[in-house]
């Protein structure tokens, strides 16, 4: 049965948008500073100048390193078909050498049809990746070597980087060889004979500026009015979304995912969990859609446990924040104690526990993870006297004590107080 409101028939189309990275990465390839268009300059020279080539693609995680690089291979294959073969490793799959070559020989042989033997040494795989450069470049044809996670194939001897750089040095080659790796120190890995035969182009990757922000959650979410969605829908539409980003609440909750993780990836799962809570009845994106998204996505274990904490609990947390803010040199069971008790006759607190008790509670916390013991050594020691830390930061206490429903506002000012 075909899907006739149009309010889900647009979150079909926004959900395939933001799970087809093609789509997504298209606004940033019509620039000639882009990262899509000096990758693409670098590997269509090989094919149409006959040349070999090598770059690094470096960057955080999430940042669009493969998205780009898939592309550019994608657009080659269709303006130059039949002239280019692409061999994929993995550096978590393929880092020891013996192992990288076999799937190099593997893929050549699918790739040309020819028969690949299992039993083939490391010296005939490698004879017969040179020979097939040496045909393949005699063809024109260009091989395209994709090495995902390249740090991880610096390792060891490097014998097959030094083998695949050393083979494209020949005038007969004709390949390119990219590396994609999160380390940006990828190339000072390189040992000085393979160094010295990689070309040393380098393409930084980077979480997206403001700017770039901007144009990708308009260009993911805004409706074409060329769909076969109804006008009068994609207007109203469009036009609830654009007063919705302009809004300052939705840019408080865009700092707040920024602030937490700012890489592509990162925003698309939560754009895509945005579409996910969409009304289909009023057909519309809300605030409460992106602040629903925002955290479901950004679960923060911390604090979720302090909303199982005991007000006890929740004193002997504080009482360490503000030792801490007091800069005291060593923090255990016995100085919480006497700053509890500093507290309660300071302020006069109903909140009073016997010290067996706010024992028992310091020891929750420990197993909670949200204190720990400054080390392991003193096993013999009661836990009274040993030195504890504070794993949860200030703000999170902050943000703790405000979710939690019973919390006396007591906490609150003593809290403020150490700050």
Not at 126 to 152: N, P, W, Y
């Amino acid at each position: 049965m075909g899907v006739e409101n149009p309010a889900e028939q647009a979150q079909i189309l926004l959900r395939t948008r933001l799970c087809n990275p093609n789509f997504i990465y298209t606004i940033f390839s019509d620039s000639p500073d882009s990262n899509y268009s000096k990758l693409k300059y670098i590997m269509s020279s090989s094919v149409t100048e006959a040349c070999n080539n090598s770059a690094l693609l470096l960057g955080p995680r999430g940042c669009g390193k493969v998205a780009i690089l898939e592309m550019v291979i994608k657009d080659l294959l269709q303006e130059y078909p039949d002239t280019i073969c692409v061999i994929k490793l993995n550096g978590l799959l393929h880092s020891e050498d013996n192992c990288s070559l076999k799937e190099i020989a593997r893929q050549l042989c699918i790739e040309n049809q020819l028969v690949f033997s299992k039993m083939a040494s490391f010296d005939d795989n490698s004879q017969f990746v040179i020979a097939m450069l040496r045909e393949c470049g005699l063809a024109h044809k260009t091989i395209i070597f994709v090495l995902d996670e390249f740090d991880l194939f610096t390792q060891g001897k490097q014998r097959l980087l030094y083998s695949l750089l050393d083979a494209m040095q020949s005038v007969t080659s004709q390949a390119v060889v990219v590396g994609v790796s999160c380390r940006l120190d990828a190339d000072q890995l390189l040992e000085k004979r393979v160094r010295s035969r990689f070309s040393h182009r380098k393409l930084l990757f980077l979480p997206p500026s403001q700017e770039d922000l901007q144009k990708i959650l308009q260009h993911a979410l805004l409706l074409s009015t060329e769909s076969s969605l109804p006008p009068q829908y994609v207007a109203a539409y469009n036009k609830k979304l654009l007063n919705t980003l302009s809004d300052d609440k939705f840019k408080d909750i865009i700092d707040s995912l920024c602030n937490f993780d700012a890489t592509f990836n990162h925003l698309l799962r939560f754009l895509f969990a945005s579409v996910c809570h969409m009304d289909t009845k009023s057909g519309f994106l809300s605030l409460d859609n992106f602040k629903t998204a925002l955290s479901s996505i950004q679960r923060q274990p911390k604090l979720e446990a302090l909303q199982d904490c005991s007000i006890l609990e929740l004193y002997i947390l504080v009482c360490l924040r503000r030792l801490e803010g007091k800069e005291q040199e060593t923090t255990n069971f016995n100085s919480v104690m006497k700053e509890y008790k500093d507290v309660h006759n300071s302020f006069q607190t109903t909140d009073y526990y016997a010290r067996n008790v706010c024992l028992r509670a310091f020891e929750h916390l420990l197993q909670r993870q949200l204190i720990s013991l400054v080390d392991n050594r003193g096993h013999s020691q009661s836990v009274e006297f040993r030195p504890v830390r504070l794993l949860i930061s200030s703000h999170e206490l902050h943000q703790g004590l405000k979710a939690y429903r019973s919390c006396p506002a007591i906490l609150h000012k003593l809290l403020d107080l150490a700050v």
